[in-house]
């Protein structure tokens, strides 16, 4: 049974940190690249980043790059991402998602990714 458990949300003043981690399970990990989106309310679920299926190439969105960092550790089946100097304008239930590495389709696109986490919330307010 394929699982991805996201965990490390909570509420963080602004200009603070968080760590978020997705546990997978029932998978090959290491043959999937890991992606974090994230959805504010009333809004679409965006691209925040991404991580190829080696862990050595990542990519992000425009609003998070140069504060946060994802990483992949194949040997426990997790992702992360590293949040740091976190805006009120970051506050929305992130979720990860698992894209196979043969699926030769956008990193950037939500539609490309094969499994998804239940999300977790992460509110930046003072």
């Known amino acids: 049974q394929v699982q991805l458990a996201e965990s490390g949300g909570g509420l963080v003043q602004p200009g603070g940190s968080l760590r978020l981690s997705c546990a997978a399970s029932g998978f090959t990990f290491n043959w999937y690249d890991m992606a974090w989106f994230r959805q504010a309310p009333g809004k679409e679920r965006d691209f925040a980043a991404a991580?190829?299926?080696?862990?050595?190439?990542?990519y992000y969105g425009d609003s998070v790059k140069g504060r946060f960092t994802i990483s992949k550790d194949n040997s426990k089946n997790t992702v992360y991402l590293q949040m740091n100097s976190l805006k009120p304008e970051d506050t929305a239930i992130y979720y990860c998602?698992?894209?196979?590495?043969?699926?030769?389709?956008?990193?950037?696109?939500?539609?490309?990714?094969?499994?998804w986490g239940q999300g977790t919330q992460v509110t930046v307010s003072s």
């Open positions: 998602a698992a894209k196979p590495k043969l699926y030769d389709r956008s990193l950037y696109d939500r539609t490309s990714y094969l499994y």
């Open positions: 991580v190829i299926w080696r862990g050595d190439s990542t």
